[in-house]
Nanobody
Framework: QVQLVESGGGLVQPGDSLRLSCVAS???????MGWFRQAPGKEREFVAA????????YYSDSVKGRFTISRDNAKNTMYLQMNSLKPEDSAVYYC??????????????????WGQGTQVAVAS
């Protein structure tokens, strides 16, 4: 059974950077992975996705050019490098495993394993 654990969140000021990590305790080989976020009172929002090889990358327009998704399969870890953070980036960030044999799904219903989330707060 696969378990995902996010870390790296915290409180930062606008313009700062954070790197989130997602460590899998089980095998994720052959599956696309994604990052989502959810702010209070809002629906879960797609952030970024990476194919199982770590080659194909896809981003939400709201984070494109600021965030970078990557994965290191040898370490069973996925990352989200977040630069130029804005207050509207504040949310709980979740990593997830794609349940399909495709990649780049933006619908959270297409993911079958989720981490517990890590809180990111961007404020002055």
């Amino acid at each position: 059974q696969v378990q995902l654990v996010e870390s790296g969140g915290g409180l930062v000021q606008p313009g700062d950077s954070l790197r989130l990590s997602c460590v899998a305790s089980g095998r994720t080989f052959g599956r696309s992975m994604g990052w989502f976020r959810q702010a209070p009172g809002k629906e879960r929002e797609f952030v970024a996705a990476v194919d199982w090889r770590g080659v194909r990358l896809y981003y939400s327009d709201s984070v494109k050019g600021r965030f970078t998704i990557s994965r290191d399969n040898a370490k069973n870890t996925m990352y989200l490098q977040m630069n130029s953070l804005k207050p509207e980036d504040s949310a709980v960030y979740y990593c997830a495993r794609d349940a399909t044999d495709g990649w780049g799904n933006t619908n959270p219903e297409k993911y079958d394993v989720w981490g517990q989330g890590t809180q990111v707060a961007v404020a002055s």
